[in-house]
Antibody, heavy 117, light 112 residues
Framework: EVQLVESGGGLVQPGGSLRLSCAAS????????MHWVRQAPGKGLVWVSR????????SYADSVKGRFTISRDNAKNTLYLQMNSLRAEDTAVYYC??????????WGQGTLVTVSS | NFMLTQPHSVSESPGKTVTISCTRS????????VQWYQQRPGSSPTTVIY?????PSGVPDRFSGSIDSSSNSASLTISGLKTEDEADYYC???????????FGGGTKLTVL
């Protein structure tokens, strides 16, 4: 069974840092591109970042470029999102998602990041 | 970069048919596949349509997708509405320049 389990969310002050993890199981993690998608409370889905299967290529939404870094450890079947210089508008549930061909076919349950003083 | 625009909300009665639109702001709607996701409150999204008009296994054939190049838009049609279809629906496509995702703002479907 495919499982994606996010962790690492929590309360952080503006300007602070947080690292999210997404533990994958039930499939060959190293074969799939992975994405982070976030959802602010009561708002819609927003794409954040993606990484290719071997980690050699990444891209970011303009809103997080230069502040967030996506990475992966295929030996540990884990996806990461390092978030620096956090702002109040980064407050959201962060989902990791697997890409099958073009669709996000599996999503984690999400981890809540709250940026507040 | 482009945007995908959806109506904020739609409502219809059980047993009826509803169509949700998703309009691409620039570039051709046909240049990148469109997906549709259903999200119920408190749950993660699930795919109901991928590659414009394909249904994942387990999704009933009451759900169908299409694209229309003349209006540069994609549509999700749900027929024989059931109360369980009440949810938020999001369209999604890709930005070829960076293989990044683009989501529509979401449409709240009310079945009343």
């Amino acid at each position: 069974e495919v499982q994606l389990v996010e962790s690492g969310g929590g309360l952080v002050q503006p300007g602070g840092s947080l690292r999210l993890s997404c533990a994958a199981s039930g499939f060959t993690f190293s074969s799939y591109w992975m994405h982070w998608v976030r959802q602010a409370p009561g708002k819609g889905l927003v794409w954040v970042s993606r990484i290719n299967s071997d980690g050699s290529s990444t891209s970011y939404a303009d809103s997080v470029k230069g502040r967030f870094t996506i990475s992966r450890d295929n030996a540990k079947n884990t996806l990461y999102l390092q978030m620096n210089s956090l702002r109040a508008e980064d407050t959201a549930v962060y989902y990791c998602a697997r890409v099958r061909r073009v669709d996000f076919d599996y999503w984690g349950q999400g981890t809540l990041v709250t940026v507040s003083s | 970069n482009f945007m995908l625009t959806q109506p904020h909300s739609v409502s219809e009665s059980p047993g009826k048919t509803v169509t949700i639109s998703c309009t691409r702001s620039s570039g051709s709607i046909a240049s990148n596949y469109v997906q549709w996701y259903q999200q119920r409150p408190g749950s993660s999204p699930t795919t109901v349509i991928y590659e414009d008009n394909q249904r994942p296994s387990g999704v009933p054939d009451r759900f169908s997708g299409s694209i229309d190049s003349s209006s540069n838009s994609a549509s999700l049609t749900i027929s024989g509405l059931k109360t369980e279809d009440e949810a938020d629906y999001y369209c999604q496509s890709y930005d070829s320049s960076n293989h990044g995702g683009v989501f529509g703002g979401g449409t709240k479907l009310t079945v009343l």
